[in-house]
């Protein structure tokens, strides 16, 4: 167990950064560990975690890949619904990657 | 006095709460939690073991009703649903606990 | 594609008092990258693993209710409920979970795969399956 300063409050996280919980997310949650990963966070990484957030809110799990990039698809539009574009924007796999950043746990079945 | 019956089995799975009423004394506390809570709900196939026991009085845990989405107009009448502080109050006011698993 | 087999699920514990329910739907959901056809049964006290309404807020327990509806997004296109299980509980279709399933291609829709069957047409089910999992 590891913490990360966020808004200058110490958040606990696990040993792959997960944070240890949930309800402790803030926006500047994903902002600190983007910075960490050198990346800079646009409205296209936004309406990635705004939508993994809304997907956990309504069904308590990680959504898999392949249910996120379908879903992202039918809500964001084709282009944005494969796993290039995903990839693009969360080089690290937008299942480990931005759950991470949105708080959530690893997503079942992610290895 | 008498003792407090815990019954945390489902009674459609396991004989507990048969088996719990059937070696309860007069006067006993029967108390349904976990999947025990199941027992205490009317209109089912299982719902003739609280009915049937006389001289016996049935409490239900209330996190675990509510957490089985188990509406409380749905419990058998007479049954009292507890919450923990109940629940201690019940173990402090009886004999002692028999726990039927 | 002649390598497809039908997986059936079958689910026969109730959801809280044991971790079997919980295990079931991580396997399902695992499971659901390896199209199969996938189906679940819900037998028993399995059928409580259905019922809506579930408020976990005071037992300090996860409330996985939700996951279940959305399974259909995971490919899952049956969830078969025995309707005997259902009727010695007290219970009818209108207590239980709907679950919504889309082809994401065809855009062919269902609004709810929960579906009662009766016994025989649920041993039929298990029968013609290729694979039975029972938790």
Redesign the interface.
Known sequence: MGTITVDGKELEVDEEGYLANINDWVPGVAEVMAKEDELELTDEHWDIINFLREYYEEYQIAPAVRVLTKAVGKKLGKDKGNSKYLYGLFPYGPGKQACRYAGLPKPTGCV | MADLYTVNKSPFEKNSLKDAIRFSGEGASILLIEDGVYGAVSGTAAEGLVTGASGKKFYALRSDVKARGIAEDRLIDGVELVDYAGFVDLVESTDKVQAWL | MSDVKKFMYLNR??????IYAWESL?VV??G??FDQEVSLMFV??GV?QL?????????D???????Y??LG??GVRHMFVDKASLE???LTQD?LIEVAWED?ETEEEVDNIVELVETDQAAQLLSDSDVVFSF
């Not at chain 3, 309404?53 to 005071?58: L, Y």
């Open positions: 514990r109730a959801p809280y008092g044991a991580e959901l695992i659901a990258a028993d006290d409580y019922v809506k309404g579930s408020d976990t807020s005071e037992s327990m996860k409330n996985f209710m939700p996951t509806r959305t997004d995971y010695a509980r007290g207590d994401w």
